[in-house]
């Protein structure tokens, strides 16, 4: 069954009625502030032309030259530079002005919000915006021209998805790329009987890192060192993996590590709880493009919460009907979740 999409506006309608909820803006906020004030509605619609071209360039422009350390400091800048436009548009737009000059700080921010606001949302559920957006970052990457002979390999691991659910999903249409692989690429299913325990540290060391020796459940009390050792606490998953590491992981020859406990000696590693607190595996700056574009900040935004809407609905349903066995799903599960099944994803 497929859903019913909404229309979304073309790009140059969307600019032009982003620019005009920007001019608005203006207006209502020569009323909040009495020290705005503008003779023509032509310099409002002008400061906003400026400003959201701004929003749309600068942020690129920081991170290809690659000059901002920390992201907190990479928004601050952002905004700082919004606030120097204001000013210069205090300066050169006729009719415009801003006193005391301090006002220009909060006149800018809520500018930028307006801006990265709108902007998103009549696009937030456009996924061919959304996959053009991630795909114009990767089409400037320096990437080799020859492609080497040795065969690569993806890995995707989904934590307690049976065989048979699989075929099951196959069958019944949810999974139409591994049915097209199977139907056509000559691939085929091979169950596997995950040896005890059958969790996920344990598999992931098996598989990433060739041994799962002393790894006897996800969490675990070790009477020698008189501690508890927790699978997903950082500090607990690199000590796991520097016990069992040999160099020579599944991952170690230019492989790449993302959302696991274990990296498998990736040299590359994002999300891996045993690289989390190593710096040099480990970079605030892998996560710039994820936060570059004010587009992915929004969507991240509206998806988390409407995921936690969706989680405490579906309590409050099972809650009312008396379903049982049921898992306590209160206090900070809910943000969990949503950030599992939302943040990470992204």
């Known amino acids: ?117 709108f902007s998103d949302l009549f696009g937030i559920d456009d996924d061919d915006f959304y996959y053009q957006h991630l795909l114009s970052h990767f089409i400037d990457l320096k990437l080799p021209q020859e492609v080497g002979s040795d065969p690569g390999m993806v890995f995707l691991e989904i934590d307690g998805l049976s065989e048979r659910i699989l075929r099951r999903a196959i069958r019944e249409g949810f999974m139409p790329t591994l049915a097209r692989m199977e139907r056509e690429g000559g691939y085929r299913i091979v169950g596997w009987e995950c040896n005890v325990p059958c969790q996920t540290s344990a598999s992931q060391a098996g598989i990433l890192l060739g041994s799962n020796y002393d790894v006897p459940a996800f969490r675990w009390y070790e009477k020698d060192r008189q501690k508890t050792m927790v699978s997903n606490r950082p500090a607990d998953a690199a000590e796991l993996e520097r016990r069992l590491s040999r160099g020579d992981g599944l991952l170690a020859r230019g492989g790449a590590s993302r959302a696991n406990l274990v990296s498998g000696d990736a040299p590359m590693a994002m999300f891996t709880f045993s690289t989390l607190s190593d710096p040099n595996r480990h970079s605030s700056q892998d996560f710039y493009p994820l936060f570059m574009g004010p587009y992915n900040v929004l969507r991240i935004a509206l998806l988390f919460i409407w995921d936690l809407l969706a989680e405490l609905r579906a309590a409050r349903y099972q809650r009312r009907q008396d379903e049982r066995p049921r898992i306590h799903r209160g206090g900070v599960y809910p943000l969990l979740r949503a950030a599992t099944t939302v943040l990470m994803r992204e």
């Open 1 to 117: 069954m497929r859903v019913p999409r909404l229309r979304h506006l073309p790009w140059p309608q969307r600019i032009v009625l982003i620019w005009t909820i920007e001019a608005l803006t203006f207006i209502v906020m020569i009323v909040l502030f009495r020290g705005i004030t503008f003779e023509t509605g032509g310099a409002a619609f002008a400061v906003a032309v400026a400003i959201g071209l701004v929003n749309s360039f600068v942020r690129p422009i920081l991170v290809r030259l690659g000059i901002v350390p920390s992201l907190p400091i990479f928004l601050l800048l952002a905004l700082a530079i919004n606030a120097l436009v204001v000013w210069l548009a205090t300066e050169y737009a006729p009719g415009f002005a801003i006193s005391p000059i301090w006002l220009i700080a909060p006149v800018s921010a809520i500018l930028a919000a307006v801006n990265v606001s």
